[in-house]
């Protein structure tokens, strides 16, 4: 298949120089490599990410004993070359690839990043190889096209157009997307069961601080998502800082313990810098965090009221909405006030036991 012209020139220049740069930490390995078919998959992530898909695809290969699968898992690229949801390096390569009518089989690419493949024809359309249980599975559309499955996060697993086995690809996407998924419902699992135990008693993070990490990070975990943990690199005095490389690995969240001026009434902040609502996995972050804070008050708000206190102080269950915390709203649950902040500079929401 070839893509659009228009889509090669834009990054052409920057493919070779980047190309040879990372070809050294983009190694190949092959896994069954006495199969009959090889699919070769693409990937981007952390060592830890390469050696689950190294033990992922060796389970998929044992299944289906004709299949070969090659995998290259590329380093993610260093804070000031992250832009957005493009990850350098990786992409420089893949659409390189793309250039040369030799691109992988399976790859993966943030959600962001799909509608540029989907315009240039890049990529294949999973429907026809997609049961009904598969698509209600991941809550895709009967009637639609379908070109990608959500892996972790941001993170979707795609196939390219010009595969020759569609059908195989097709299997290795359920396998890897099904496989993720599994994981992270058992570490879910886990940290409700590890959530539990920390809030026994009922208390939460402002009765009991020294809790803080077991109680937030727990409930963190119950998200799927392990990029609002705190520790004691993340502590400065009073204030905990979140921080992610797509904010230049400055803190675009912090959380801030304090007590009233007046009554001297124990309260916590979540601050967040206003500047990087827009991007979507720092804004995606942003909800989260906003849903642990809620319900690390106390062990008696679970899902369903957090989603209550959220539309009470004026946000979507989802939380997504952020600009919508400069209404100032408040709301009361128990013995606890929740206050939507904002100004021109930060958000945030501000709980205080009364």
């Known amino acids: 298949m070839q893509i659009r012209k228009t889509f090669i020139v834009l990054f052409v220049v920057l493919i070779f120089s980047f190309s040879f740069l990372i070809s050294g930490c ?29 033990n992922v695809l060796k389970n998929f290969s044992e299944k289906y004993k004709e299949l070969q699968a090659e995998l290259r898992v590329a380093p993610l ?10 990850v350098s390096g990786y ?3 893949l659409l ?40 209600k599975l991941f809550q895709l559309s009967n009637n639609k096209p379908i070109y990608a499955l959500p892996y972790f996060q ?33 570490e879910a699992e886990e940290a409700l069961k590890r959530l539990q135990k920390a809030t026994e008693e009922g208390a939460g993070i402002l009765d009991r601080p020294e809790m803080l990490y077991d109680i937030w990070n727990n409930l963190a975990f119950s998200y799927q ?19 992610h490389e797509q904010a230049y690995r400055y803190p675009y969240m912090m959380l801030q313990f304090s ?29 989260h965090a ?42 009361q649950y128990g013995n606890y006030e929740f206050q939507a902040l904002g100004d021109y500079v930060s958000l945030g929401l501000k709980v205080t036991r009364l």
């Open 259 to 287: 007590t009233t001026k007046d009554n001297k009434k124990p309260q916590v902040t979540l601050v967040i810098n206003q500047q990087y609502i827009e991007n979507p996995t720092l804004r995606r972050n942003i909800s």
């Open 290 to 331: 906003l849903k642990v804070l809620i319900r690390s008050i106390h062990k008696d708000i679970d899902e369903e009221k957090a989603q209550a206190i959220l539309t009470q102080i004026g946000l979507a269950k989802d939380a997504s909405d952020l600009s919508k915390l400069k209404a100032g709203k408040s709301t």
């Open 77 to 86: 690229p260093p804070p000031e070359q992250q832009t957005g949801d493009f």
């Open 225 to 243: 998502n392990k990029e609002i943990l705190l520790d004691e690199d993340s502590k400065h005095g009073d204030e905990y800082l979140i921080c």
């Open 154 to 186: 941001e993170i979707q697993v795609v196939a390219a157009f010009s595969t020759k086995n569609p059908e195989k690809s097709s299997e290795l996407l359920l396998y890897l997307a099904k496989s993720r998924l599994q994981k992270e419902a058992e």
């Open 26 to 54: 983009f190694g190949k390995k092959e896994i069954n490599q006495a199969a009959d078919i090889k699919l070769r998959v693409y990937a981007f992530g952390s060592r830890s990410e390469e050696l689950y898909l190294e």
């Open 91 to 93: 992409e420089y390569l």
């Open 96 to 135: 390189a690839d793309f250039a040369a009518s030799d691109p992988p089989d399976v790859f993966f690419l943030n959600k962001g990043r799909i509608p540029a493949y989907i315009e240039n024809k890049a990529l294949l359309d999973l429907s026809p190889y997609l049961t009904s249980s598969d698509k």
